[in-house]
Nanobody
Framework: VQLQAFGGGLVQAGGSLRVSCAASGRTFSSYHMGWFRQAPGKEREFVASISWRSISTYYADSVKGRFIISRDNGKNTVYLQMNSLKPEDTAVYYC????????????????WGQGTLVTVSS
């Protein structure tokens, strides 16, 4: 599966933004999906993940209550709605697909998109 993340941009602190990840291929609905982010000078970190039928979701503590992950299997797309954004949310956001499990670990994901930059100004 090929993944393409888009929708990043510049937003003021306290604002909202939705990033999306479009997947190619007919098997998108069978993949568990995740969002990760990497800020300048920092390691990539987990943000959120969703199971293939949207039954389960996981969130990093830093975004819980502010971000919502969702998916539309009919459109082969996974979304990350980001609310109450903070300057520390500034990062490149990556989507990823796992064939085997919903996970918080980057090593469990098989396919990665190219990333979309989100910048939150103070």
């Amino acid at each position: 599966v090929q993944l393409q993340a888009f929708g990043g941009g510049l937003v003021q602190a306290g604002g909202s933004l939705r990033v999306s990840c479009a997947a190619s291929g007919r098997t998108f609905s069978s993949y568990h999906m995740g969002w990760f982010r990497q800020a300048p000078g920092k390691e990539r970190e987990f943000v959120a993940s969703i199971s293939w039928r949207s039954i389960s979701t996981y969130y990093a503590d830093s975004v819980k209550g502010r971000f919502i992950i969702s998916r539309d299997n009919g459109k082969n797309t996974v979304y990350l709605q980001m609310n109450s954004l903070k300057p520390e949310d500034t990062a490149v956001y990556y989507c990823a697909a796992s064939r085997t499990q919903i996970s918080r670990s980057a090593g469990d994901y098989d396919y990665w998109g190219q990333g979309t930059l989100v910048t939150v100004s103070s």
